[in-house]
């Protein structure tokens, strides 16, 4: 089945969420709060080890029934049924979307072309376990006969920023292997990390769903190139891995089979950290620590496609995004995570989610008349705070802001924690009650100020509060809520892109720029130059010089 093409702007409740938008845009949120002293628990969803928290976004009742009506009238149960029985929804590329297979339990049926994907999927897993406790243990060991101690990830864009961000986040499970990533094109990259590696105690894993990735490939040749000025070329065998869907390729760089994990073209990039695109992972953490992950993510596919739509944590997040993507005009949105572990969060959903959403045409191929895909950003708190936090409470541009908390430090400094956690609460707080002309005058009076410098300091020390923010507090930065994490701004994701009528699993947009670098690399190498434009062509001219 493929998804419905319907233009989000005919539907009726988008027309009244338009009306109601007028009408509410102003209340402030600290009214609705004394008006309602149930607000907090109205607006609020628990689930696991999780409490979402929504209640201070700019909303009403009837603001989430409408929402709740577009996603019904945009047929939101269907696609959500289309997306986990690998239906093609992919439709460009003619591929089904099932990076929810790849934590779905062994019971599970998941038919693609016919065939349930499952059983092969365990068999990779399977693998994953043997290499990594093998690994893990020294039971397999470098061509010298000594244990591995670090891993060199190469990949870029989902084949590196997925097991980056979440060897990060699990930072504290780790074991003594050290993980390193060489992702950029910039010889200045690997040649760093190369720094640190020691040849005899070295794994390398190419990690490349098409295996023709430029910067992979030249980063792979480039440390093949420096391991064999140390080893010799039977050592590829002990040292070199692939992950990736491109057997021929893989065997052309000379990787032996058995030292290769496949991937499916029903995984996308951006979506790949729960096949063996994770398996630095798994080294980095032990596999039992990367099943939890698998588990979290299952649990929270299981929340959303079960939960009614006004429980559902990604049902619920992605309709308040839309909120004020399309109807405020918001442009992008801030993660906030309250922990340093997840301090890549916000570089891996801004390939997650502006490479899915970042899209101008409709299903219909043509041009949508509307907004889309949010720009993302964000670092942790209370880091930020004393970086950026200055224009979400005082600048002219509302960006609705998550925060990310844990109930329980992991090295159990309370001492610490209670610190942080206080700044998360009193950031929201402040956020959204801002400070009054009455509040400002006597906090200046009582410290001693005269009436003419309060006149003329007062302005400044104004907060116009009613800043959204959704907070999403959970028990510990477990494996397992991590991956419930993830799964749950995957889904997110998901119901966007229905809502706004887009193909959220195609990447045309990375192409152009891929293509004329070919051209331009050509002619950086040779002296023949192109037909550029006077500015390409100057820059190009003075680079050679
Ligand atoms: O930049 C485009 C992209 O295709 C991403 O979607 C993908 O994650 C990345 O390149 C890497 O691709 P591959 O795994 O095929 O090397």
């Given at each position: 089945?493929?998804?419905?093409?319907?233009?989000?702007?005919?539907?009726?409740?988008?027309?009244?969420?338009?009306?109601?938008?007028?009408?509410?845009?102003?209340?402030?949120?600290?009214?609705?709060?004394?008006?309602?002293?149930?607000?907090?628990?109205?607006?609020?969803?628990?689930?696991?080890?999780?409490?979402?928290?929504?209640?201070?976004?700019?909303?009403?009742?009837?603001?989430?029934?409408?929402?709740?009506?577009?996603?019904?009238?945009?047929?939101?149960?269907?696609?959500?049924?289309?997306?986990?029985?690998?239906?093609?929804?992919?439709?460009?590329?003619?591929?089904?979307?099932?990076?929810?297979?790849?934590?779905?339990?062994?019971?599970?049926?998941?038919?693609?072309?016919?065939?349930?994907?499952?059983?092969?999927?365990y068999e990779i897993r399977e693998k994953i376990r043997g290499f990594s406790n093998a690994v893990i243990s020294g039971e397999k060991r470098g061509y010298t006969g000594k244990s591995f101690t670090d891993i060199v990830n190469i990949g870029i864009g989902g084949s590196d920023l997925g097991p980056a961000m979440a060897t990060e986040a699990l930072?504290?499970?780790?074991?003594?292997?050290?993980?390193?990533?060489?992702?950029?094109?910039?010889?200045?990259?690997?040649?760093?990390?190369?720094?640190?590696?020691?040849?005899?105690?070295?794994?390398?894993?190419?990690?490349?769903?098409?295996?023709?990735?430029?910067?992979?490939?030249?980063?792979?040749?480039?440390?093949?190139?420096?391991?064999?000025?140390?080893?010799?070329?039977?050592?590829?065998?002990?040292?070199?891995?692939?992950?990736?869907?491109?057997?021929?390729?893989?065997?052309?760089?000379?990787?032996?089979?058995?030292?290769?994990?496949?991937?499916?073209?029903?995984?996308?990039?951006?979506?790949?950290?729960?096949?063996?695109?994770?398996?630095?992972?798994?080294?980095?953490?032990?596999?039992?620590?990367?099943?939890?992950?698998?588990?979290?993510?299952?649990?929270?596919?299981?929340?959303?496609?079960?939960?009614?739509?006004?429980?559902?944590?990604?049902?619920?997040?992605?309709?308040?995004?839309?909120?004020?993507?399309?109807?405020?005009?918001?442009?992008?949105?801030?993660?906030?995570?309250?922990?340093?572990?997840?301090?890549?969060?916000?570089?891996?959903?801004?390939?997650?989610?502006?490479?899915?959403?970042?899209?101008?045409?409709?299903?219909?191929?043509?041009?949508?008349?509307?907004?889309?895909?949010?720009?993302?950003?964000?670092?942790?708190?209370?880091?930020?705070?004393?970086?950026?936090f200055q224009l979400i409470h005082q600048g002219t541009k509302l960006i609705p802001t998550d925060f990310i908390g844990f109930k329980k430090p992991l090295h159990g400094n309370q001492q610490h924690h209670n610190k942080l956690m206080a700044n998360f609460f009193a950031q929201t707080e402040a956020l959204m009650n801002g400070k009054t002309a009455?509040?400002?005058?006597?906090?200046?009076?009582?410290?001693?100020?005269?009436?003419?410098?309060?006149?003329?300091?007062?302005?400044?020390?104004?907060?116009?509060?009613?800043?959204?923010?959704?907070?999403?507090?959970?028990?510990?930065?477990?494996?397992?809520?991590?991956?419930?994490?993830?799964?749950?701004?995957?889904?997110?994701?998901?119901?966007?892109?229905?809502?706004?009528?887009?193909?959220?699993?195609?990447?045309?947009?990375?192409?152009?720029?891929?293509?004329?670098?070919?051209?331009?690399?050509?002619?950086?190498?040779n002296s023949e130059l192109g037909n550029h434009d006077g500015s390409t062509l100057r820059l190009i001219q003075f680079f050679k010089e």
């Amino acid at each position: 089945m493929a998804l419905p093409k319907i233009d989000p702007t005919t539907t009726p409740s988008w027309q009244q969420l338009t009306a109601h938008y007028e009408a509410i845009k102003a209340l402030p949120l600290k009214s609705l709060f004394q008006n309602d002293p149930k607000r907090a628990e109205t607006f609020s969803i628990e689930w696991d080890d999780f409490l979402v928290d929504y209640s201070k976004n700019r909303i009403t009742e009837e603001t989430v029934q409408l929402l709740l009506q577009l996603a019904r009238e945009m047929q939101l149960g269907t696609a959500i049924e289309a997306y986990f029985s690998g239906d093609p929804i992919n439709e460009t590329e003619g591929r089904a979307v099932l990076h929810t297979a790849l934590r779905a339990t062994r019971e599970e049926t998941v038919m693609v072309a016919g065939k349930n994907v499952i059983p092969e999927v365990y068999e990779i897993r399977e693998k994953i376990r043997g290499f990594s406790n093998a690994v893990i243990s020294g039971e397999k060991r470098g061509y010298t006969g000594k244990s591995f101690t670090d891993i060199v990830n190469i990949g870029i864009g989902g084949s590196d920023l997925g097991p980056a961000m979440a060897t990060e986040a699990l930072g504290f499970y780790k074991n003594h292997l050290k993980t390193h990533f060489v992702s950029n094109v910039d010889g200045d990259h690997v040649h760093e990390i190369i720094k640190k590696l020691d040849p005899e105690t070295t794994l390398f894993i190419v990690v490349s769903k098409s295996f023709t990735t430029q910067e992979t490939q030249s980063n792979a040749e480039t440390l093949k190139e420096w391991f064999l000025q140390h080893a010799p070329e039977t050592a590829i065998g002990k040292h070199f891995i692939a992950v990736s869907t491109n057997l021929e390729k893989i065997r052309e760089f000379g990787i032996t089979e058995d030292n290769v994990f496949p991937m499916w073209d029903w995984v996308g990039g951006r979506f790949s950290l729960w096949s063996a695109v994770g398996l630095s992972i798994a080294l980095s953490v032990g596999y039992e620590n990367y099943e939890q992950l698998l588990q979290g993510a299952n649990a929270m596919d299981i929340h959303f496609k079960e939960a009614k739509f006004s429980e559902n944590i990604p049902v619920i997040l992605a309709l308040l995004s839309v909120w004020y993507n399309n109807f405020f005009g918001a442009e992008t949105e801030a993660i906030i995570p309250y922990t340093q572990y997840l301090h890549r969060l916000s570089a891996y959903l801004q390939q997650g989610i502006m490479e899915s959403n970042g899209k101008s045409r409709a299903r219909n191929g043509e041009r949508v008349g509307y907004e889309t895909g949010t720009i993302i950003w964000g670092e942790p708190g209370t880091n930020s705070q004393h970086a950026f936090f200055q224009l979400i409470h005082q600048g002219t541009k509302l960006i609705p802001t998550d925060f990310i908390g844990f109930k329980k430090p992991l090295h159990g400094n309370q001492q610490h924690h209670n610190k942080l956690m206080a700044n998360f609460f009193a950031q929201t707080e402040a956020l959204m009650n801002g400070k009054t002309a009455d509040e400002v005058h006597r906090e200046l009076k009582n410290s001693g100020h005269s009436e003419a410098e309060i006149q003329q300091l007062l302005p400044f020390k104004l907060f116009e509060g009613n800043k959204p923010t959704t907070t999403i507090l959970a028990d510990t930065l477990s494996p397992k809520n991590l991956g419930a994490l993830i799964a749950l701004y995957e889904h997110k994701i998901f119901v966007q892109g229905v809502i706004w009528n887009i193909f959220s699993y195609d990447q045309w947009g990375v192409e152009l720029g891929k293509q004329l670098a070919k051209t331009i690399l050509n002619e950086l190498e040779n002296s023949e130059l192109g037909n550029h434009d006077g500015s390409t062509l100057r820059l190009i001219q003075f680079f050679k010089e």
